[in-house]
T-cell receptor, first 111, second 116 residues
Framework: QKEVEQDPGPLSVPEGAIVSLNCTYS??????FMWYRQYSRKGPELLMY????GNKEDGRFTAQVDKSSKYISLFIRDSQPSDSATYLC???????????FGTGTSLTVIP | GAVVSQHPSRVICKSGTSVKIECRSL??????MFWYRQFPKQSLMLMAT?????????EQGVEKDKFLINHASLTLSTLTVTSAHPEDSSFYIC????????????FGPGTRLLVL
């Protein structure tokens, strides 16, 4: 079983739609949860970063962590064509010694 | 803050030559840097972890004599692909971890290597 599971998509939505991206994991040691956005031929960019369970909002982006279900989500409201990218979830233990990425979900927002 | 640069952004070389890729943390000190490889439409594959002043730790299946990593200072790590072959063509990305913030990584823009 992989440490982190993420549906690779591709996901295609019309502009203005709400997008939901998800990851599941199996390791209870993960305490930090991150979402990265990667445009084609670029390095990943840290979007959201949360500790333990709960929600975090930043503009149109909301990250949710449910540690009891080992499930994390990223919601994008009012999606824009510029949001078209691959979104990778990542998780880390407190020490950072265990750090894993999901495989990434490819998102296309159609104008 | 937390900006990581890579140089070069793109390199084309002949088979058998060596290529050096630099990774720099521009506005912070990075005690640990990571080197990843990414094939088209695939996720990041961790190659090695480098700590300043010590030998890099390589992931299983990564040849340490082929991919030489040097982390000479708190702001610079280099990856040298020795005797490059066409199958080494890939997108190489480094990341850095801030001292005191062990749980996240900040990525460079990547280096695209094409070996002819």
């Amino acid at each position: 079983q992989k440490e982190v599971e993420q549906d690779p998509g591709p996901l295609s939505v019309p502009e203005g739609a709400i997008v939901s991206l998800n990851c599941t994991y199996s390791n209870s040691a993960f305490q930090y949860f991150m979402w990265y956005r990667q445009y084609s031929r670029k390095g990943p960019e840290l979007l959201m970063y949360t500790y333990s369970s709960g929600n975090k909002e930043d503009g149109r982006f909301t990250a949710q962590v449910d540690k009891s279900s080992k499930y994390i989500s990223l919601f994008i409201r009012d999606s824009q064509p510029s949001d078209s990218a691959t979104y990778l979830c990542a998780m880390s233990s407190i020490t950072g010694n265990q750090f894993y990425f999901g495989t990434g979900t490819s998102l296309t927002v159609i104008p | 803050g937390a900006v990581v640069s890579q140089h070069p952004s793109r390199v084309i070389c002949k088979s058998g030559t060596s290529v050096k890729i630099e990774c720099r943390s521009l506005d912070f000190q990075a005690t640990t840097m990571f080197w990843y490889r990414q094939f088209p439409k695939q996720s990041l594959m961790l190659m090695a972890t480098s700590n300043e002043g010590s030998k890099a730790t390589y992931e299983q299946g990564v040849e340490k004599d082929k991919f030489l990593i040097n982390h000479a200072s708190l702001t610079l790590s280099t990856l040298t692909v020795t005797s490059a072959h066409p199958e080494d063509s890939s997108f190489y990305i480094c990341s850095a971890r801030l001292a005191g913030q062990l749980e996240t990584q900040y990525f460079g823009p990547g280096t695209r290597l094409l070996v002819l």
